[in-house]
């Protein structure tokens, strides 16, 4: 049912929000270790939303050290049941520019970091990512970016790289040769966790520059990155405000059983499930495992 709160991860500036209400930091614990930060737990009207920054406030963690089962973890803990992912990309599309907003619906993982599943030895699952991002908060996402005037992309494929270096040009032409649109260092497996733990789930690429395949872009300059991210950011704001309302009035199961993702997904027989971990999964799979 989506009468749960609105979970949003991304950058610090997302979180001024006109006309957000009743702001309270709070910690969540996780028996997967410590998210990035407190939630910031507000209301937008009448619905209530969870944000989470995903390098902590200050920026202090690097893509490749979030715990991002933490992350998921707790924002389900925390009553989100919808999770929208603001991240920062790079175009690999010339059609793309800085300040273009695309809404991913695929996703291509070359990262090689540890902990891309709340299933473990003790309790084996395997989850479809086929269609990794709701259909319906896609939908969503591109109505509102319309009624406010921001404009967006609907569908694209995002190439998440291991970081925190950027790409090498080989790299570059690499991910331009598998026909993906973005690249960007925190998206998996943060989807893909998403998916287990049966989060509707998506994500909002903000371009920040062309990845250095571009020949008027031969190196990506950390202070260009920052000024579209500024601008970026406010446009970014205007969508969620728009966007939370018409989020809030769904209710049901969602249509594309996001919210049934574990169905079927289990393999492992009860009588051989490790009870530790079972009952860490209690929050994420306690719908399938009964606890």
Same mark, same amino acid.
């Given at each position: =049912?989506?009468?749960?709160?609105?979970?949003?991860?991304?950058?610090?500036?997302?979180?001024?929000?006109?006309?957000?209400?009743? !702001?309270?930091?709070?910690?969540?614990? $996780?028996?997967?270790?410590?998210?990035? %930060?407190?939630?910031?737990?507000?209301?937008?009207?009448?619905?209530?939303?969870?944000?989470?920054? *995903?390098?902590?406030?200050?920026?202090? #963690?690097?893509?490749?050290?979030?715990?991002?089962?933490?992350?998921? %973890?707790?924002?389900?803990?925390?009553?989100?049941? !919808?999770?929208?992912?603001?991240?920062?990309?790079?175009?690999?599309?010339? +059609?793309?520019?800085?300040?273009?907003?695309?809404?991913? %619906?695929?996703? #291509?993982?070359?990262?090689?970091?540890?902990?891309?599943?709340?299933?473990?030895?003790?309790? @084996?699952?395997?989850?479809?990512?086929?269609?990794?991002?709701?259909?319906?908060? =896609?939908? +969503?996402?591109?109505?509102?970016?319309?009624?406010?005037?921001?404009?967006?992309?609907?569908?694209?494929?995002?190439?998440?790289?291991? /970081?925190?270096?950027?790409?090498?040009?080989?790299? $570059?032409?690499?991910?331009?040769?598998?026909?993906?649109?973005?690249?960007? =260092?925190?998206?998996?497996?943060?989807?893909?966790?998403? *998916?287990?733990?049966?989060?509707?789930?998506?994500?909002?690429? =903000? @371009?920040?520059?062309?990845?250095?395949?571009?020949?008027?872009?031969?190196?990506?300059?950390?202070? %260009?990155?920052?000024?579209?991210?500024?601008?970026?950011?406010? &446009?970014?704001?205007?969508?969620?405000?728009?966007?939370?309302?018409?989020?809030?009035?769904?209710? /049901?199961?969602?249509?594309?059983?996001?919210?049934?993702?574990?169905?079927?997904? #289990?393999?492992?027989?009860?009588?051989?499930?490790?009870?530790?971990?079972?009952?860490?999964?209690?929050?994420?799979?306690?719908?399938?495992?009964? &606890?």
């Amino acid at each position: =049912m989506h009468h749960g709160l609105i979970g949003i991860v991304g950058g610090t500036g997302l979180y001024d929000l006109e006309g957000l209400t009743e !702001q309270e930091w709070r910690r969540v614990d $996780s028996p997967f270790g410590a998210p990035s %930060d407190e939630l910031l737990f507000g209301r937008l009207g009448e619905q209530r939303v969870v944000f989470l920054p *995903r390098h902590g406030r200050g920026h202090r #963690i690097p893509p490749h050290e979030i715990n991002f089962r933490a992350n998921i %973890d707790a924002l389900k803990r925390a009553g989100a049941t !919808q999770v929208l992912s603001l991240s920062a990309v790079g175009s690999l599309a010339p +059609e793309l520019a800085p300040g273009t907003f695309v809404i991913v %619906d695929q996703f #291509i993982d070359r990262t090689i970091r540890p902990h891309k599943t709340f299933f473990t030895t003790g309790c @084996v699952a395997h989850v479809s990512m086929a269609h990794p991002t709701c259909a319906r908060l =896609m939908d +969503e996402l591109v109505i509102a970016g319309a009624e406010i005037g921001v404009p967006l992309v609907r569908g694209g494929t995002y190439v998440a790289m291991e /970081g925190p270096q950027f790409s090498s040009l080989a790299e $570059s032409e690499l991910h331009r040769g598998m026909k993906a649109s973005v690249i960007g =260092m925190t998206n998996m497996p943060e989807a893909k966790l998403a *998916r287990e733990a049966e989060l509707c789930y998506a994500t909002v690429a =903000m @371009v920040t520059d062309f990845d250095c395949w571009h020949p008027d872009h031969d190196h990506v300059r950390v202070e %260009d990155v920052v000024r579209v991210l500024i601008q970026n950011s406010g &446009k970014a704001r205007a969508l969620l405000a728009g966007v939370i309302p018409r989020l809030g009035g769904s209710s /049901g199961p969602c249509p594309h059983r996001c919210d049934r993702a574990l169905d079927n997904a #289990i393999l492992t027989a009860e009588s051989a499930r490790d009870p530790e971990l079972v009952a860490r999964l209690g929050a994420v799979a306690g719908r399938v495992l009964g &606890k």
